[in-house]
């Protein structure tokens, strides 16, 4: 059920069920809620009896209860949208002087868009370059970094002046006679717009301008050296076009030579060769022939150690972990242990946790814990605890607990806590702490740790500054005109706001503490995107924030970021399937845009595929699918199918869900080795498929939490197993 999500889509919901067009599906759904109404309300009426406070509440929010949600004018609109033609034209260098000229009849009109005034000013006086003279006095490059990231539209412009200037440059020159000297500027501005060149810019205009002036070995040999000395400097092997263009020097030779790498067709035979000697060894892996398998990976690292400079590292390890899990998965551990410790000696640093888990994880399935902490004493893991990812910090604190260590495995938990406390690893640490403590500190206090007790404190948007305004104002605008890249911009822009920007009494900012103003920005983004149903956009902003430890969890910002749409819907169609489960489900495969569409063609909110949904109605179109009511139908039907398939395992529910059901048969009798719900999940073989179950896993911790539910005293057992006809175990 892979869905790629749009980080700002603009869809609507889509209307209720087309009765004409579709009775009798429509007839079967109506049906279906009036036989599973007096079921559900059992169900539901015994969990609230079990957990007071039970609240389905929506969390819809309207627009008057959003301080952020602000209108645009009809001149913003229409500003907007010339940009928008303006930026357009910039980037295909077609810009036309009629595009320029519009922009005046707003220039005494009241808009949102003075954050551009200068960035015009320079346009329109780069529209009227006549000669080399006024293109130096117009059209110098104000923005000099490469890297085009940035949080404002004001600096996007004029990176796309800037663009355009240095075509205007190639254009102009290379209609200058071959011959000529260039002057001081002339190579100062090619010098200054060598990094940009040499990356890419402007390709086919560079390609002529040095072709231009090849008959003249004096100044193309200068201007050879710029792009020269940044190829180098980037490590960039040039095009061959522009390859066969320039003046080549020792230097470069050098330089290609030592980097033979850079040139694709060289490097395929060294990655090829790496890949057929890996497969082979998985192959033998898998056949059972052993001392091949490890003999061939081993020939693999040595020869991907010959030629590194050919050889993607990521993917030489991934062979080595590769071969490793399939030796593991036919019981030979020491053989697995020795090829993982392999892998060791080629990880990269970003791969570096991942190596270490690997190294842990056959002690973790076969539940030896002295060799998990011989593991982590022999690699001295607890030094560098900080340095790990939450993953292998917890099974690090794990150990340390299973061997007798509870004071150092409690602080490693408390630290996973609080430096990634929206991590499924965090969550689980938190249960662990739960469990250990045995009722000697309250579930409060324990999820004090995890959750703020505070709201973050609000101010009315009077006190804030027109730059703040204007900005929502022209994500408005962007968001209207479905322009998702100047609203992402806009996005940035908010976030970077300092304080003396964001309020508009110099005072009152001053007495705005840093964590204060960050929280405020974000929390009313986050509803405001919640307003717009642009769920993943607000989900990006907050994932983003808790990185920059701009923001900390509090339970008015989880009920934004766990919304509660669709529950009605969700509640007719459960029966007594937990409805909480579904929505979680439906969180993560399609973060509630009912439109979703995956490339394989999974639809609609619980992402189902065409063929899966005809299983329970064949009279189902794809279009249907995208009306929740119908999706969701089908998607329970098809979920409370899995969950009684596997006895209601949830791990092997929403991984067959994710991954599909004769996948999830053939792990269970080749690769999982016993019944530990943790150990389980961390033994799919499917990266995807392990994050799915995990992160499903965390939004129904959230959402259970946000219902009042238990969430911490139920044994961590007892949390992956599920009913789907009515008991919960």
């Known amino acids: 059920m892979k869905f790629r999500p749009d980080f700002l889509s603009s869809k609507r919901d889509l209307p209720k069920i087309r009765t004409m067009a579709y009775k009798g599906f429509s007839l079967e759904v109506s049906l279906l809620r009036l036989m599973s109404a007096a079921v559900s309300s059992l169900y539901f009426l015994s969990v609230a009896f ?123 020159l290379s209609e200058l006679s071959p011959n000529i000297n260039f002057s001081s500027r002339d190579l100062a501005y090619f010098k200054d717009a060598a ?301 970077s706001l300092p304080k003396d920007l964001t309020f508009k009494n110099a005072d009152f900012a001053k007495a705005v503490t840093p964590l204060a103003h960050k929280e405020f920005l974000i929390m009313n983004l986050i509803r405001l995107l919640n307003s717009q149903k642009r769920y993943i956009t607000s989900f990006k902003v907050f994932q983003d924030s808790l990185e920059q430890n701009s923001l900390s969890l509090n339970y008015k910002l989880i009920k934004f970021i766990f919304p509660l749409n669709y529950i009605d819907v969700i509640k007719r169609n459960s029966e007594n399937l937990d409805p909480l489960i579904v929505i979680s489900l439906i969180r993560q495969e399609s973060a509630f845009n009912p439109e979703a569409k995956s490339g394989v063609g999974a639809k609609g909110l619980m992402q189902l595929m065409p063929a899966t949904a005809k299983r329970f109605n064949r009279r189902v179109r794809v279009t249907h699918l995208g009306n929740p009511e119908i999706n969701v139908a089908l998607g329970t039907k098809y979920l409370r199918q899995l969950i009684t398939r596997f006895d209601g395992n949830l791990i092997f529910a929403l991984a067959s869900y994710n991954a599909g059901e004769n996948r999830i048969d053939r792990w269970r009798k080749e690769i999982f080795r016993n019944d530990d719900p943790l150990s389980t999940i961390e033994s799919i073989p499917f990266e995807e498929t392990r994050n799915y179950v995990k992160l499903i896993y965390r939004n129904n911790f959230f959402y259970s939490l946000i219902s009042n539910r238990p969430v911490l005293m139920v044994p961590l057992e007892e949390t992956f197993k599920v009913s789907a006809s009515g008991k919960n175990y």
Not at 474 to 493: C, H, I, M, Q, S
Request: hydrophobic share 35%; proline share 2%; glycine share 2%.
């Open 50 to 172: 079990a957990t007071p406070n039970l609240n389905f509440a929506s969390t819809a929010i309207a627009a008057e209860d959003v301080p952020f949600h602000l209108n645009f004018s009809p001149t913003d609109y229409d500003y907007g949208r010339d940009i928008d033609l303006l930026f357009s034209e910039l980037g295909k260098n077609q810009l036309k002087k009629k595009t320029v000229d519009s922009l005046t009849r707003y220039q005494q009109k009241n808009h949102s868009f003075s954050i551009l005034n200068a960035s015009y000013d320079r346009l329109k006086s780069i529209m009227t370059i006549t000669d080399q003279d006024s293109f130096y006095k117009n059209c110098s490059i104000v923005t000099k970094n490469v890297n085009s990231y940035t949080d404002s539209i004001a600096d996007r412009f004029n990176i796309s002046i800037d663009k355009y200037c240095r075509f205007l440059y190639l254009l102009r």
């Open 195 to 495: 990094p940009f060149f040499s990356t890419g810019e402007n390709h086919p205009n560079l390609v002529a301008f040095l072709r231009h002036y090849k008959t003249n070995p004096i100044e193309h040999e200068k201007v050879s050296n710029f792009l020269i000395e940044k190829y180098i400097e980037f490590k960039i092997r040039p095009a061959t076009n522009v390859l066969t263009s320039l003046k080549i020097n020792s230097q470069f030779n050098k330089f290609l030579q030592n980097n033979l790498n850079l040139d694709d067709t060289s490097n395929s035979y060294f990655q090829e060769e790496f890949q057929r000697l890996s497969r082979d060894a998985q192959d033998a892996a898998e056949k059972g022939d052993y001392l091949q398998a490890k003999l061939l990976i081993t020939s693999a690292i040595n020869f991907y150690n010959r030629n590194k400079n050919f050889i993607s590292t990521k993917k030489a390890w991934t062979g080595a972990i590769l071969t490793g899990k399939a030796l593991f998965y036919k019981g030979r551990d020491i053989d697995a242990i020795e090829v993982f410790n392999l892998a060791k000696t080629i990880a990269s640093k970003e791969d570096t946790s991942e190596t270490y888990f690997y190294l842990l994880w056959p002690h973790l399935i076969n539940k030896d814990y002295k060799a998990m902490r011989t593991v982590i004493d022999k690699n001295n893991l607890e030094k560098s605890f900080e340095k790990f990812d939450s993953k292998l910090q917890y099974w690090i604190s794990y150990a340390m607990m299973k061997t007798g260590d509870t004071k150092k495995g409690v602080a490693f938990y408390n630290k996973i806590i609080d430096t990634s406390p929206y991590s499924f690893y965090s969550i689980i640490s938190l249960k662990e702490l739960a469990l250990f403590n045995k009722g000697a500190i309250s579930e409060a206090d324990i999820l004090a740790k995890l959750i703020s007790k505070n709201d973050p404190i609000e101010y009315t948007l009077d006190k804030t500054s027109d730059d703040l305004k204007d900005s929502l104002r022209r994500l408005a605008v962007w968001n209207k005109l479905g322009n998702d890249r100047f609203a992402t911009l806009e996005l940035r822009y908010i976030q």
